[in-house]
């Protein structure tokens, strides 16, 4: 038998089991944002840190911080072959509005091969594939193929305020060749997908004010400038008619797609008519020379999030409005620097500033973006193992989003990231009736067996 | 003695019973805008129909309409001459926040030469100018120098809801040769004004629609429209960088000013620096070509009064909006249309659409600008008898606000309408411890006698 066969068998045997002991973690409500749920939090902690050491995991250890604790394990007897970090978090989000709820959150059942339960899919479902695939390694092959590391967090649904601080602290402990993390998603059904890189944030919040108080538009109007007419033209001036960004050097350190990424995007198929349908557009919109994938993966932007000024009560009020205000946020992509783009921010509004109005920029957290090469090895081994198991080729995507404590890992720690996730868009995470198909479930537990293989072959 | 001599004597002679009189009006809380001082309203309309009985004026009669009673009387035993309609509002603001008045303010007290009391200016001190002014005429000359008609309504502070009709309605009763209003000010102390235009007003709202709800930024920001980003093009295409409006047609029915109203704008000798003091503002903008004086009072404006669309709340939220809205109002200068307007800001809205967003325009209430030339003889006439009294030129202006029962007045009756008034800016019209110069209220009955006169020697 190869050694994917005996997993297979080994997952097959055990599969109730897994299944029985998998709904043990999803009955404890481990909300992070709940403070009445603290003790909550240290019994989901501990349970993790209890099934890592019956794995024969070392060193395990429960490390408090100043939030939420933090999981850590590790083995490391494959001398000369690659460690992985593995990386989860066993928090999940708030469960309201219960009453849309078909079954209870936090009482896992199983319908149409669907596990329904709060953290099914995000994360605590993920999290338990990395020990049952290091189980069933050890049980089929009595050892592992590369040196693993743990770390799961409670604090990813509230912004992971601690883990940076722990990373730093611990980055020695933490050293390794690359750090897997299991919380995103398939492409789309039976298609896998690897996401080999994420849209950075930075935001300013622009207030414009003119006079020092709100004049009456029919004894001052014509005669003193308007704060909300000074603050559409500054946002006015951030983009063409096409969304294109006018900012001076904004799109300076880019780095382009290479052919290969562009005809791997085509290569997806994506169905632009079903999105439209999706949000609810007659046409899509964006930066010319490039498709949907490409302008919402690997291009950055500039949003408006909000604006706000003078009188937007029911009728009319003919007040001239001396004060406006807007935030606004870029997704960045690599080699942006988030510091660097707010300063070009603000040169711009500089130089775009209207007569008769003084202008306030503010800043609101940053967040680098990441990206491991597309063809790195270790992404088109991820690619490879999924391929096995799915008997598709698999999605290269990266992520329009940010998710920042991967950016963190990458600078703080310098390594690449590998995302292998198994969760489908459609299983409500952050809603009610959060679920998990438990097909991917079984499929990814050998895919990631199947991946420690893939990386103990790799010379790096 | 010539007839301002003999009027001079009565006025000094009869000063403090005048004022005691005053003081009654005053006495009564006429609020049109709260309910429990209804009763109030009918007290001070059957208060001015006495003193105008009083005075031997014919036809007095309080009208019942669906709110406040107008108060109407005639006297028209001057064959051959012109016919003058008075108005003027016996209905007051409220008084809140009470304990800023440093008097109450339904006790009428004096302190330095100044009356204070709630409708001391604005407008019972002015309406009870007419009548003593007429008593005058009757004491000292035995009979008026022209026809006269008197209209005092209890809405005005409540925009004249009902007034319109009853004007309607009594066409042929109130058909006279002139309006006059003292509902107004001087230009500044010791300088009085005849104002004789004002702007008029229309607006729109304009509601954009991108997706169906809001989007989250990081996966579809780049591809999808941004309801804010479009609202602002379309905002900032309004106008240039100086305020000019860019609506195509916008200035093509606008009256533009003769020489001799922009001299006699220079020789006001406006305080440009005064006003930048006064509203915090560093630099004054408007319209290139023109004086602060003539942007606000003989140029029409396209104003944004508010605008809401995404997030407003303290810090970032990453949304993408699917909704933005703005409400915009232009002041009018004669011989603009407001409906005629709001077409053609349709069209431009129709021609500066953004991609990826359907728009939604609605209408709000209009008012039609109002303009007496400049050099009509009743205005003309209205000079003169200011610069008798206060030995200064007057000063010919013209509001940039829209009182909309005198584009009524106009529209309806089709009268030349003059605006006499005899207020300061510095009286706390609307707040607390309003006031009245009484200096002004002693000029002025001498100014409003003499008018008669001068109106009774012109042909209309």
Redesign the interface.
């Known amino acids: 038998m190869s050694h994917l066969q005996k997993l297979d068998q080994y997952f097959s045997e055990h599969r109730d089991e897994h299944l029985q002991e998998l709904f043990e973690f999803l009955r404890i409500p481990s909300i992070s944002s709940l403070s009445e749920h603290k003790p909550d939090m240290l019994t989901a902690a501990n349970w993790l840190a209890e099934k890592l050491k019956k794995l024969n995991i070392d060193n395990v250890s429960v490390d408090p911080t100043e939030g939420h604790p933090v999981v850590y394990g590790e083995w490391l007897h494959a001398p000369g072959k690659p460690t992985i970090l593995f990386y989860g978090h066993y928090d999940v989000q708030p469960v309201d509005p219960l009453h849309l709820w078909e079954s209870e959150p936090f009482n896992p059942v199983i319908r149409d091969n669907k596990l329904f339960a709060r953290g099914a899919s995000d994360d605590k479902g993920q999290v338990y594939m990395h020990l049952k695939m290091i189980e069933a390694l050890f049980a089929t092959e009595g050892t592992l193929p590369v040196n693993v590391k743990f770390i799961y967090e409670g604090e990813e649904e509230i912004g992971s305020p601690n883990l940076p601080a722990y990373v730093e602290a611990n980055k020695e402990k933490l050293a390794a060749d690359l750090i897997l993390i299991s919380d995103t998603g398939l492409y789309a059904p039976g298609k896998p997908a690897v996401c080999y890189g994420l849209?950075g944030?930075t935001?300013v919040q622009i207030d414009v004010r003119?006079?020092?108080?709100d004049?009456?538009?029919?004894?001052?109007?014509?005669?003193?400038?308007?704060a909300?007419?000074a603050?559409?033209?500054i946002?006015?001036?951030?983009?063409d008619?096409?969304?294109t960004i006018q900012v001076d050097g904004f799109y300076d350190k880019v780095r382009p797609l290479s052919e290969e990424e562009r005809q791997a995007y085509r290569d997806l198929n994506f169905d632009e008519e079903a999105?439209k349908e999706e949000?609810?557009?007659?046409?899509?919109?964006?930066?010319q020379g490039y498709s949907?994938l490409e302008?919402?993966w690997a291009?950055?932007?500039l949003?408006?999030?909000?604006?706000?000024?003078?009188?937007?009560?029911e009728?009319?009020?003919?007040?001239?409005?001396a004060e406006?205000?807007?935030?606004i946020?870029c997704?960045l992509v690599p080699d942006q620097d988030p510091d660097e783009i707010v300063q070009l921010l603000k040169a711009h509004i500089e130089k775009h500033k209207?007569?008769?109005v003084?202008i306030t920029v503010s800043e609101?957290?940053k967040g680098a973006p990441y990206l491991t090469p597309f063809d790195h090895p270790l992404i088109q081994a991820a690619g490879r193992s999924y391929e096995k198991i799915y008997q598709v080729p698999t999605a290269f995507i990266r992520?329009?989003?940010?998710i920042p404590i991967v950016a963190s890992f990458d600078e703080i720690l310098s390594l690449p990231v590998v995302l292998m996730g198994f969760g489908l868009n459609s299983e409500n995470f952050h809603a009610p009736n959060e679920h998990f198909h438990l097909e991917n479930f079984d499929k990814g537990l050998r895919v990631l067996s199947d991946y420690l293989h893939e990386v103990s072959e790799l010379k790096i």
């Open positions: 849209r944030l935001g003119g006079a020092k108080g004049l009456h538009s029919g004894l001052y109007g014509g005669g003193v400038q308007n909300i007419h603050l559409a033209e946002l006015a001036s951030f983009r008619e096409h969304g999105l949000v609810g557009v007659n046409e899509l919109f964006g930066e949907y302008q919402t291009r950055p932007t949003e408006v999030n909000g604006v706000f000024g003078g009188f937007s009560g009728g009319i009020k003919t007040v001239l409005p406006a205000g807007a935030k946020t997704r209207p007569k008769g003084s609101f957290d992520g329009g989003g940010s």
